[in-house]
């Protein structure tokens, strides 16, 4: 299954799955306002179906995957692009397995058995995960849906792009989103920066990430898992589809949260 990333593929994408999903309300907060000193608007995507934003690529890698006739679906997650996968596939009537890490959140782990998929566990290591899911994607012969790497979530997380541009593209000037591996990043930059490129894409990440030496000097960050309590961009690579596409819209960009460290109590 293969597609492009381009504006057509996520018009497209945008067409097949928003009768599917909520289009999610833009909400406000005079409190932050004040803090800020500027209008805040937040893009309320805790309320997509399955509580994230990652259904969106999910479900229109799902319905490609069918479209293919793909046996089924496969991915390795903690949560919720696990989620995702297996109420779009539920939705659409495709089989899916997630393999999933011993160490995930049970709550995650529950949310995934209520949408019926067969689940895997294995180590918690990256190698692990995704040895396990490359075995078990070939022994069932089911489509690989990688979690950020790959065209079809990232042209199908553009429908949250094409909802803000309808709902406040007259009211904004700057689009700030947290980053993991980068697909909901990448997708909204490349979005913006063909569509609106007076819109200023900025990405939000640990400071232990120093994404900002990657897309500026090609150094990669040292360690694969970052120590923050941000749980869903805990990823320190971003994926290799979304490095050029950042690069190229985001440099320049960066914001890093910097990790706030206990003062020690003097005797």
Not at 46 to 61: D, E, I, P, Y
Not at 174 to 185: E, M, N, P, Q
Request: proline share 4%; glycine share 8%; net charge positive.
């Amino acid at each position: 299954m293969l597609s492009q990333i381009s504006i057509e593929e996520m018009r497209a994408a945008h067409q097949r799955t928003s009768s599917y999903l909520h289009k999610t309300p833009i909400m406000s907060s005079e409190k932050i306002d004040r803090i800020v000193g500027v209008p805040v608007l937040f893009k309320a995507e805790h309320l997509q179906k399955t509580g994230s934003f990652k259904v969106r690529g999910a479900l229109n890698s799902a319905i490609l995957a069918k479209q293919e006739n793909a046996k089924g679906v496969i991915a390795h997650s903690s949560g919720n692009h696990g989620q995702a996968l297996a109420w779009a596939a539920q939705k659409i009537g495709l089989s899916c397995q997630i393999v999933v890490p011993k160490n995930a959140p049970i709550s995650k782990i529950d949310g995934m058995k209520e949408y019926k998929t067969d689940l895997v566990f294995c180590e918690s290591t990256v190698i692990d995960r995704e040895r396990v899911c490359a075995e078990q994607s070939k022994k069932l012969g089911y489509h690989f849906v990688n979690p950020y790497d790959c065209e079809s979530m990232i042209n199908g997380h553009a429908s949250i792009g094409f909802e803000i541009l309808d709902q406040v593209g007259d009211q904004i000037d700057s689009i700030f989103v947290s980053i993991g591996g980068g697909g909901l990043a990448s997708s909204l930059a490349f979005l913006i920066g063909n569509l609106r490129p007076d819109i200023s894409v900025i990405l939000v990440e640990p400071e232990s990430k120093k994404l900002s030496n990657l897309l500026e000097n090609r150094i990669p960050c040292p360690v694969d898992t970052l120590e923050t309590i941000a749980d869903g961009v805990r990823v320190a690579h971003v994926g290799t589809l979304c490095e050029p596409i950042l690069r190229n819209y985001c440099s320049g960009n960066v914001v890093s949260v910097v990790r706030k460290r206990k003062k020690s109590k003097r005797r």
